[in-house]
């Protein structure tokens, strides 16, 4: 999860604060159901 707090704070240096967040939640969410589908099509 921390790639994705790099990402967005890479990303969002220009950005306030609150997008930062939104950003690392929507990234952290797209990547619980990422683990979601694989371990679902084993």
Known sequence: MADCNDDCTMKGSSYRHRL???CIDVCED??????LI?????
């Not at 694989?38 to 084993?42: A, F």
């Open 20 to 22: 930062i967040d939104l």
């Open 30 to 35: 797209l990547i619980r159901f990422t683990v």
């Open 38 to 42: 694989r371990s679902s099509q084993r």
